[in-house]
């Protein structure tokens, strides 16, 4: 470890020294997403962007690098870190049906997805594949479809399971005829996903896999049930989204608040893990200045990253929903400004 000598010497010849050991941290990626995992290339141009989100169900039969996403590989291959948010949530397959496939040889038949999630009242509840299908096995051949698939891209991947899992159990959830409320839905969410990360990491991984479990980190004891020390033994970073959706809400207090709850409710092996924010934005319709913010969030994580806690090391813009940008060029612009300063440059 490097150790920087600082000797001092008074009026009478004494002389006094101390060290100090240091570590030189490496830049905060800058990172990105566009709409409907849009070909983001034309919006990176220019600037200090260097990482990226991508979504995908484990549904679809074109996971990665996704269907006609020849600008993934272009990316990954060119230094990219690239943070794949792989859903349960069922999408991109014809129908929600069972699927028959083959796999390097062999033939999966994995069942019509079991449990419905984001049961927002008022709203279609999305199908999913339940916890229950993941721990039985009924589902590893999508599984094994994902890892041949990624076997070929050329690049490692962080494997970010579930998008948000307190958005996902907020209101509960279903699975074959019975009903989970949010906190026995995380119970059943960790043991899932810990089996999901056994199961890639029991086989040959191209160098350089890391996963991670999803939240929004809205709700404190959501975020504190899904984050066990046994799970955390499994992954290598924390994770969650960041959002600006009040007149009121700083850089500052929005990217700290989950971070604090993880500091004063989570174990040492979590918190030794540093951060993916796989999602943050600004709201337009309550900031309407979105440059103006954005240009507040080095500082921000700069503080963030000066304190006790675990180090964030890649923010990734959500160019889409709550984050969209408009107008864009406008937005654009103070993302590459941000980008350019440290943390980030």
């Not at 990626?29 to 409907?36: D, S, V």
């Not at 929600?96 to 019509?112: I, L």
Request: hydrophobic fraction near 40%.
């Amino acid at each position: 470890m490097p150790r920087v000598t600082v000797t001092v010497r008074d009026h009478g010849g004494r002389t006094a020294a101390a060290t100090a050991d240091y570590t030189i941290a490496p830049p905060v990626l800058g990172g990105y997403y566009l709409a409907g995992n849009g070909d983001p290339t034309a919006d990176l141009a220019g600037g200090n962007f260097r990482s990226l989100t991508q979504y995908r169900s484990l549904a679809d039969s074109h996971v990665l690098p996704g269907w006609n996403k020849p600008w993934l590989l272009t990316l990954g291959r060119n230094g990219f870190a690239v943070n794949v948010v792989l859903e349960l949530k069922h999408y991109g397959a014809p129908d929600s049906g069972p699927q028959m496939f083959t796999v390097d040889g062999v033939n999966h038949t994995v069942p019509a997805p079991a449990m419905t999630i984001q049961q927002r009242p008022g709203t279609v509840w999305p199908k999913a594949y339940g916890y229950g299908q993941i721990l039985a096995g009924r589902c590893d051949g999508l599984l094994a479809r994902v890892l041949s698939q990624y076997r070929t891209l050329g690049f490692p991947v962080n494997f970010q399971l579930a998008s948000e899992l307190d958005t996902d159990h907020e209101f509960g959830t279903w699975e074959s005829g019975v009903t989970y409320d949010w906190a026995d839905s995380d119970g059943r969410a960790v043991r899932a996903m810990a089996y999901i990360v056994d199961w890639f990491r029991s086989r040959q991984l191209p160098a350089g896999t890391t996963f991670s479990v999803g939240a929004g980190g809205f709700d404190r004891a959501a975020f504190r049930r899904t984050h066990p020390e046994s799970l955390m033994a499994k992954l290598d970073f924390l994770q969650w989204n960041v959002y600006a959706t009040d007149p009121s809400h700083t850089a500052l207090a929005r990217f700290r608040r989950t971070r604090d709850w993880a500091v004063a409710d989570l174990g040492p092996v979590a918190l030794s893990r540093p951060v993916i924010v796989a999602e943050w934005g600004v709201r337009v319709a309550e900031i309407p200045d979105q440059a103006a913010w954005i240009a507040t969030v080095p500082a921000a994580i700069a503080r963030l990253n000066a304190e006790r806690g675990p180090r964030v090391v890649q923010t990734n813009y959500f160019n889409s929903s709550w984050g969209t940008l408009s107008p864009k060029a406008a937005g654009l612009a103070g993302l590459r400004a941000a980008y350019a300063t440290r943390p980030y440059a």
